[in-house]
T-cell receptor
């Protein structure tokens, strides 16, 4: 079964700072990888996803993530955060060749000071 | 186009009681998944319904059961409630042809068990 680790549980940044949130997964086979975001008072929504191909994935609102297979990582990045990026961020993985059930990390709470 | 809707938004129950949560999928979606999100944790997959049958199930006891109706809406039932069942319950709908990758989440039902 797959598992997901998000090492940063709470991150506090000032506006314009760069962001990198870590995500590591454990599964030996092919995986699909996701980052979800939950803004205060809003639904969980998909930020970006990786299935195959270019390991650098662009998402909405200027976010990107890089899949590094050798490190089992899928870190989320943004060069310059805004106050409106304050939210909870979840990394998730599912295994098309395995149980296919998605597994989520415990989330990272990001607070951006204006 | 209505997204995923859930009812009720909040619920308070006591230990040993039973609860039913409801979900209406996004228009055009035929598959419904349920997740439990405890405080400070990521969503955990409970089960998925397609064609009125449970298709996949996560690691949850039989106290958790569900149903899908011909109009694709779904119910989650939890019997013999425990304090540990207090959580946000999320419903997500998707197209079965698209898999988990296409799922849209609802706002959730927050259940408090006293």
């Amino acid at each position: 079964a797959q598992s997901v680790s998000q090492h940063n549980h709470h991150v506090i940044l000032s506006e314009a700072a760069s962001l990198e949130l870590g995500c590591n997964y454990s599964y030996g086979g092919t995986v699909n990888l996701f980052w979800y975001v939950q803004y205060p008072g809003q639904h969980l929504q998909l930020l970006l996803k990786y299935f195959s191909g270019d390991p650098l994935v662009k998402g909405i609102k200027g976010f990107e993530a890089e899949f590094i297979k050798s490190k089992f990582s899928f870190n989320l990045r943004k060069p310059s955060v805004q106050w409106s990026d304050t939210a909870e961020y979840f990394c998730a993985v599912n295994a098309p060749g395995g149980s296919y059930i998605p597994t989520f990390g415990r989330g990272t709470s990001l607070i951006v000071h204006p | 186009d209505a997204g995923v809707t859930q009812s009720p938004t909040h619920l308070i129950k006591t230990r040993g009681q039973q609860v039913t949560l409801r979900c209406s999928p996004k228009s055009g979606h035929d598959t419904v998944s349920w997740y439990q999100q405890a405080l400070g944790q990521g969503p955990q997959f409970i089960f998925q319904y397609y064609e009125e049958e449970e298709r996949q199930r996560g690691n949850f006891p039989d106290r958790f059961s569900g149903h899908q109706f011909p109009n694709y809406s779904s119910e989650l039932n939890v019997n013999a409630l425990l304090l540990g069942d207090s959580a946000l319950y999320l419903c997500a709908s998707s197209l079965t042809s698209g898999g988990f990758e296409t799922q849209y989440f609802g706002p959730g039902t927050r259940l408090l068990v006293l």
